[in-house]
């Protein structure tokens, strides 16, 4: 059956109307959900508080998603100490997200902010130790006499393979816009499970393990280490190790 015709005029998710960098803000938070980074429901709890805001309250919007991620947090930590560590970790990994989509419109950078992405990093990390599946580990990569956080997914046993044999390895590095966790969320997922004809250079969980170095940028660091453009050095130091 053929589809119907769109219609005309602008097609883009438009949850705030004539505000794009809030549109494309709620979208990746949305575009965590199937990767357990997001409930629709808790976005959209968020989305309406916003609803009426003036287009540039960027203290708003902060406000609203760390309010939110911290109330998850909290139950999330709950849930931990009653022994559901699976539980647990849903509400850890969406909290590590919503503090991350709060505070990317906070510029300069504020106490407030460092803050909240500090806690995006310890609920993600949290989060990881509660994981059985996949198991994540969070290691330093030493680099120029100083270290790159990265994120360490480990494979399946492939059946009928040694344990003792070598294992490959895929590096992801993020981009300057993106935060470090934030696409964790998708491609730990993606590169353990997505079919190998439609992403062969990241469906490694069969061979290796997928390693995440997070980015070069200095984002994921920069409480401590400054950004720089030269790329194929990090991924040169990245792509040495064997894992």
């Given amino acids: 059956m053929a589809s119907s015709k769109l219609p005309d005029g602008d097609l883009a998710f438009n949850y705030f109307p004539g505000n794009y960098r809030w549109c494309h803000g709620l979208l990746i938070a949305l575009s965590g959900a199937p990767w357990g ?29 760390s309010g939110e991620a911290e109330r998850i947090e909290a139950i999330g ?40 992405y500090q806690r995006a990093v310890d609920c993600f990390k949290k989060a990881a130790s509660l ?7 969070h290691v330093e990569v030493p680099y120029e006499g100083t270290s790159l956080p990265g994120i360490l997914v480990h494979a399946d046993p492939r059946p009928g393979r040694s344990g003792a ?36 250079s990241w469906h490694h969980d069969r061979v ?9 940028s200095g984002r994921p660091s920069r409480l401590a280490l400054a950004g720089r453009p030269s790329r194929e050095i990090v991924a040169g130091t990245g792509l040495m190790i064997q894992v």
């Fill in 37 to 65: 980074g997001a409930e629709i429901d808790e976005v959209n709890r968020i989305g309406l508080r916003l609803k009426g805001k003036a287009p540039d309250d960027d203290a708003a919007w902060f406000n609203e998603w």
């Fill in 77 to 116: 930590h709950a849930e931990a100490a009653r022994g559901y560590a699976l539980t647990a970790a849903g509400y850890l990994r969406r909290a590590a997200h919503y503090y991350q989509v709060g505070e990317r419109f906070v510029h300069p950078k504020t106490e407030a902010s460092q803050a909240a």
């Fill in 131 to 137: 994981m059985t599946h996949p198991k994540i580990e």
């Fill in 165 to 200: 044999a070598p294992r490959g390895a895929a590096t992801r590095f993020n981009r300057s816009s993106a935060t470090d966790r934030t696409p964790s969320f998708r491609h730990t997922r993606e590169a353990r499970e997505a079919p190998r004809e439609r992403e062969p």
């Fill in 208 to 216: 290796g393990r997928f390693v995440v170095i997070d980015k070069d």
